[in-house]
């Protein structure tokens, strides 16, 4: 993996907005989303919450090491480039850049942490187990019939029990 961290436009109002959101109740957010009288509704938001608890938390890891990128440059931005050829107003740009830069990371990485938090209790009071041990299901490795296999007949009665069932 790369130790590249692109590099976005931001500023201090946007890491304002960001770390705001890191207060919103995202537990009620999500739970809202569930019609908890129907047991259909429940089972079937599993998909849905497992694969938001399993997205921020990669949205987090992912923050945090861009965080951690940035920090490692400021370090270095201490230790070798404060003394800029090209002028100290140049130097003191760059380095301004990159502590918005880490900022804004941090901030993301934060309200991750709380979405993934929040969906992660929800996903827990649920289906009562933690969302890593959920284990999808796998394409069977036998052999199964299908329709194409199936003799004309058997094709005809199976016809005739769904005409049936649908009368």
Request: hydrophobic share 30%; with cysteine; glycine share 2%.
């Amino acid at each position: 993996m790369s130790n590249y961290v692109p590099r976005i436009e931001t500023s201090a109002s946007d890491i304002d907005a960001i770390n705001s959101q890191v207060g919103i109740d995202w537990y009620q957010l999500y739970k809202s989303q569930v019609d908890e009288t129907s047991e259909v509704d429940i089972k079937y938001m599993n998909i849905y919450l497992w694969q938001i608890c399993n997205s921020t938390y990669k949205s987090m890891t992912t923050f945090q090491r861009y965080t951690q990128g940035y920090r490692d440059k400021i370090k270095m931005s201490i230790v070798d480039q404060r003394e800029s050829e090209t002028g100290q107003e140049i130097a003191q740009t760059n380095f301004d850049t990159l502590t918005e830069q880490a900022k804004t990371m941090d901030a993301l990485y934060r309200k991750y942490e709380a979405m993934h938090t929040a969906v992660k209790k929800l996903y827990l009071e649920l289906y009562k187990e933690d969302f890593t041990k959920r284990k999808l299901p796998q394409k069977s490795k036998g052999q199964m019939r299908t329709l194409k296999d199936m003799t004309p007949s058997e094709l005809a009665s199976i016809e005739q029990a769904v005409d049936s069932m649908l009368k």
